[in-house]
Structures are given as C-alpha cells and as structure tokens.
C-alpha cells in the first residue's frame, strides 16, 4: 500500500506565503500531482512533478525530492478564495493515484 | 461544455437497496475511476477502467461493482447499500490512465445510507 502524510490544518494570513509539506512511500514512483479542492467541490488539478526540482505556475510552486520521498506546494501571496483543502497525491508504478488525506488552508484577513 | 457529470447530486438511501451511482464524460477519456472521500481519510479508489469494456479493482472495491460498455458512461453500483458507504463518491476521467496523465474530477454524489 501507499503511505501519503501530510498536516492535516494550515492558517496563514492574507498576502502571505504558505508553504505544504507531503511525504510518501510507494511502490514505484510515476510522479506527483496537487489538487485544490473547495468545501463541496471537485478537486481541481494544481501541479504535477515528475523529476526533481521545482515547478513554478504563477502564484503556486511545487516542489519535488524523489530520493526523500518528500514535496512542498508553496503558496505565495495568498488570497481569501486560496482558503481550501490541498490534495498531495503520488502515481505509482501501476499509474494509480493514491491521494493523502489533504490539508485544510485557512486565509485570515 | 466538456466535462463529467455525476446523478444524483446526493441521494438518502435504505440499507439493503440496490443503488447506481451515474457518471458520463463526453472528453473522449479512456480512462474512468471512482473514487469515494471520507472526512480524514481522503480520496480512496473504489473502481477503475483504463478503455471500454475493462475494469478493474482498486483500494477498496467490496460492495460495488462497476461496468464500461462504451467510451463515455462509468456507473458505480452498490447492490446492497450499508450504512459504511455512507461518502461522497466522485467519478474522474484521464486520457490515458498512463504517462503524464491528469485526472479530472466530476462533481460529486453525496451518498447517504440509513
């Protein structure tokens, strides 16, 4: 099985940054994907890592380290509508996604 | 507009009924799951088929079954619903099932079995 950790609550203050840390164990590795999901929504695709280093998409950053197991989703001038769950969900040598138990973001004005 | 759509939206069922779950994508997607999200445990495949006419079991498939006869509809069905499947269940569609692929969620269905 899969072991995806994550903290389970964040807050952090308007124009702020915030930073996610997910740590896994699998069996086999096909890369590393975040998802932003809103009280009673869908999840939405955010980022997806495959080799190490970092990926930068306008105000969220992802970062990977395969050989520590480890990533970060980085949230930089954060916004009130940024308040929600954030989704740490790794690929594994099947090509199926196994998802942490998400970590809750609260913006506070 | 492309997407997923899931029926019902939520739905308040009796223990022992049978019930199906609906899911459509019209994304021309190969690949269709079935997740089911706890609070505290995150999302958990239920089911999954990487092309039409297969399926295949995923992290916790006891209680449901599924079937893919075309491209486009993935319906989840519990044959005798039980109060632990009491969820919200999404339906996630990706080109490929493989490579880069990314997942794209449906809305959801709120399952509640009594």
């Known amino acids: 099985g899969q072991n995806i950790d994550q903290p389970t609550e964040m807050t952090a203050t308007e124009g702020a940054i915030v930073q996610i840390n997910c740590t896994y164990q699998t069996s086999g590795f096909n890369g590393l994907f975040w998802y932003q999901q809103h009280a009673g929504e869908a999840p939405t695709f955010l980022s997806y890592n495959v080799l190490d280093g970092l990926e930068e998409k306008g105000r969220f950053s992802s970062f990977l380290s395969r050989s520590k197991g480890y990533s970060y989703l980085l949230l930089k001038e954060l916004q009130m509508k940024d308040s929600a769950s954030y989704l740490c969900a790794v690929r594994d040598g099947d090509y199926k996604l196994s998802f942490g138990a998400g970590t809750t973001v609260t913006v506070r004005a | 507009i492309a997407g997923i759509t899931q029926a019902p939206t939520s739905q308040i069922l009796a223990a022992g009924r049978r019930m199906t779950l609906r899911c459509t994508q019209d994304?021309?997607?190969?690949?269709m799951y079935w997740y089911r999200q706890d609070l505290g445990l995150g999302l958990r495949l239920i089911h999954y088929?990487?092309?039409?006419?297969?399926?295949g079991k995923g992290e916790v498939p006891d209680g449901y079954s599924v079937s893919r006869a075309n491209t486009d509809d993935f319906p989840l069905t519990l044959a005798s619903a039980v109060p632990s499947q009491t969820s919200v269940y999404f339906c996630?569609?990706?080109?490929?099932?493989?490579?880069?692929?990314?997942?794209?969620f449906g809305p959801g269905t709120r399952l509640t079995v009594l």
């Open positions: 088929s990487n092309t039409a006419g297969t399926t």
């Open positions: 996630a569609s990706s080109e490929s099932g493989g490579g880069t692929d990314t997942q794209y």
């Open positions: 994304m021309r997607h190969n690949a």
